[in-house]
């Protein structure tokens, strides 16, 4: 897994790169709240103010951004 953040002052944008799923790109589903996964694009999407994900030979990515409070 490789971490990549970067800060400017419109804020920070975030990328988490794995070897990710051999047949599925990262995709948001509604949380089970029996699940003890599954929550992380869901925690993404409620904070974040862009972001983004694909799939390709080498891996799975996913990225965000949060906006600088003023």
Known sequence: MTVRMTCDAGGV???VRDGGSAVDAPVM????????GGRGLWLVDGLATAWGAWQDDTGASVWFRVAARR
Request: net charge negative.
């Open 13 to 15: 944008r975030v990328e």
């Open 29 to 36: 589903r509604a949380p089970d709240a029996e699940s003890v």
